[in-house]
Each structure stands twice: as C-alpha cells, then as structure tokens.
C-alpha cells in the first residue's frame, strides 16, 4: 500500500506558472505507474498526464500539452507537475495517483488550482 499527498496549488493569474508535488510513502519501492487526475467543478474527474514507472512512457491530455511537464525523482519518492502559461479553463482540483497495474488504486487527496482571469 502506498499513501500520496499533494501540495503546492493555489491563486494563480492566466498565464502564470505553479509546481504541484506528490509525495508517497509506505510501499514506494514497487513499480507503481503514476498519473496526475484534475476534476473540475461539475465535471467528472480526467486524466491529466500520466508516466509508467520505468518513465520511458509519458501521455499528456491534447489540454495540457506543451504546457505542462510531469516528472519524478525516485529518490524523493515525489512526482510533479509542472504546469505552465495556464489558462482559467485549468482550474480544477488535482490529484495524484499511483498503480501497479489497472485501475488506479491509490490516490491523493488533492489540491486546489484556481486560475483567475
């Protein structure tokens, strides 16, 4: 079993930048794939971007792509999403979440994006 802990969301303007972070514990020396989920207000939740544990396989959404960037440091136990020129239409609460295989088993209890316009 592995836990997962979101931070660093927060008030941004259009157009601005924020680093989310994900940090596991307890079981994080298994293979977990890990996925960053946003569920906006009304909304159903969707996949963001997501990287096997290998990291030689990376999706974005077509919403986020060449703006956004997910990465891990194994060391850390900790993966971020870098997100960039952000738009209000990003506004969401975002998750992490982590899987040895399907479905996605473990999840953060996420963290507020707001993007003001």
């Known amino acids: 079993q592995v836990q997962l802990v979101e931070s660093g969301g927060g008030l941004v303007q259009a157009g601005g930048s924020l680093r989310l972070s994900c940090v596991a514990s307890g079981r994080t020396n298994d293979n977990y794939d890990l996925a960053w989920f946003r569920q906006a207000p009304g909304k159903e939740r969707e996949i963001v971007t997501f990287m096997n544990w290998s990291g030689n396989r990376i999706y974005y959404a077509d919403s986020v792509r060449n703006r956004f960037t997910i990465s891990r440091d194994n060391a850390k136990n900790t993966v971020y999403l870098q997100m960039t020129s952000l738009e209000p239409e990003d506004t969401a609460v975002y998750y992490c979440?982590?899987?040895?295989?399907?479905?996605?088993?473990?999840w953060g209890q996420g963290t507020q994006v707001t993007v003001s316009s």
């Open positions: 979440a982590a899987r040895l295989d399907a479905p996605w088993r473990y």
